[in-house]
């Protein structure tokens, strides 16, 4: 979050993209098929892919908290810090579950793995150290987004093949149906970025 001030903050408060009603309930709708998600892994999937589930959901609350106030200052240190146990609890499970997919030979688990991580390695980045909208940095930034983001489609990809061809139908298809709904899910987050971006230039543009 970068700290505003309160005379500024009218030039950044134009929000339609994140805070439309279609998007808050595109995130309960969300919310509420990551919860199934977390049942059905826990019951049907190894113990390691449930640990994942619940690392990443922590780790998508924080985001979406954090990147959902990127044109403000932390209010407190309890907000400013807070979060930091929440954080540390979702990278070690979402590590732990890398690891484990490494040790049981999962090679497409563990490159999806990674790479969510390496996103989320880029996401921080936005939140705590933003460069410059449009420049070098920034466009170095969004390309390594694009190739992750572009990575992360072509696992679907595969395990949507793989669900097809296995002729165990629909429950063949949930780890195609998981790999979706996280991109589905970190959508939500580039879209807050992309609104404070776009909001910050526009605000530069006018002075």
């Known amino acids: 979050m970068t700290v505003v001030e309160p005379t500024d903050r009218a030039e950044h408060s134009i929000r339609p993209i994140v805070d439309g ?8 709708i969300v919310f509420a098929l990551l919860s ?11 113990a390691h892919e449930a640990l994942d589930q619940f690392g990443w959901v922590i780790l998508l609350s924080a985001f979406l908290y954090e990147t959902s106030a990127l044109d403000k200052d932390y209010v ?3 907000e400013k810090y807070g979060l930091r146990p929440a954080l540390v609890a979702g990278y070690g499970l979402a590590i732990y579950a890398c690891w484990s997919y490494w040790e049981v030979g999962d090679a497409i688990g563990f490159l999806n793995s ?13 939140v705590y150290a933003p460069g410059a909208y ?4 920034w466009r170095i930034r969004n390309g390594l987004k694009i190739a992750l983001y572009a990575a992360l489609a072509v696992y679907a990809v595969i395990w949507l093949v793989r669900g097809v061809t296995s002729g165990k139908g629909l429950v063949g298809l949930i780890d195609f149906y998981d790999a979706a709904l996280w991109i589905l899910c970190f959508a939500v987050i580039e879209l807050n970025v992309f609104q404070f971006e776009t909001g910050e230039e526009a605000g530069a543009t006018a002075s």
């Open 21 to 28: 009603a279609f998007v808050r309930l595109f995130k309960v």
């Open 36 to 46: 199934i998600n977390i049942v059905v892994f826990t019951i049907n999937q190894p």
């Open 76 to 78: 407190s240190p309890l």
């Open 114 to 126: 990674s790479t969510w991580l390496a996103v989320c390695f880029v996401l921080a980045y936005d």
């Open 134 to 137: 449009g420049g070098t940095e």
